[in-house]
């Protein structure tokens, strides 16, 4: 079993984050959750962050026995085969903290002091998405439970698409312009889904 170290760390916010690997990672032909970076894999760098960073972590999975290895609940999607917006409805029943913070487990370069700043507006809105050389990062993003009807209608109306569901919310698009402080942007929000993409990484 994975234990990880919690000495010398700020407080946890009191959020619940959520890794999403439930995707089928059809471009990059194996799953992109077990390819390793710097001897680790990238399941495992994510959940690493969350962990310093939320008072509860919470795995997106159909596949549980692949995770059964970590310290952390896997929860399945009651809508199956609806994507990530299938992810964030059950991540939101399942979580015990009202806001969440979500994040797909192929961005390898996440950064908890971000996650920590974006966390100020979580308890004002029901969506909190940093918008980053104008595009929109909604697997990197934390919603508010309040968000639950909006994404369970737009489920049963097959609209999946993330974004969709933002006109139906109270939305904080944070800005570039809000994230100076913070470096290496490119990084972070950064993911990969081809073997193309994934050799790219190790240019940087």
């Known amino acids: 079993m994975i234990l990880y170290d919690t000495i010398k760390q700020l407080p946890k ?28 894999p990238l399941v495992e760098r994510t959940l690493e962050v969350l ?3 939320f008072s509860e972590v919470l795995i997106s999975s159909n596949e549980p026995e692949l995770y059964k290895n970590y310290n952390f609940s896997v929860i399945q999607d009651e809508y199956r085969n609806q994507g990530p917006l299938a992810g964030l409805y059950q ?3 399942a979580a015990g903290y009202p806001s969440v913070f979500f994040v797909a487990c192929d961005m390898p370069f996440l950064q908890g002091e971000l996650i920590r700043f974006l966390f100020r507006w979580a308890p004002e809105y029901e969506v909190v998405v940093p918008r980053f050389r104008s ?15 909006t994404i369970k209608k737009n489920l049963e109306a097959g609209r999946l698409k993330i974004t969709d569901l933002f006109s139906g919310c109270s939305v904080k698009y944070v800005e570039e312009n809000e994230l100076t402080n913070f470096s290496g942007l490119d990084d972070v929000f950064c993911n990969v889904n081809t073997p193309e993409e994934w050799s790219n990484i190790f240019k940087r």
Request: a positive charge; hydrophobic letters at 35%.
């Open 91 to 93: 991540g939101l029943k």
């Open 13 to 40: 916010l009191e959020a619940t984050g959520v890794l999403l690997a439930g995707g089928k990672s059809s471009r990059m032909k194996k799953n992109k959750a077990f390819l390793e970076l710097e001897g680790k």
């Open 135 to 149: 595009v929109i990062h909604p697997l990197h993003a934390f919603y508010h439970r309040n968000s639950l009807p």
């Open 51 to 53: 962990n310093k960073t």
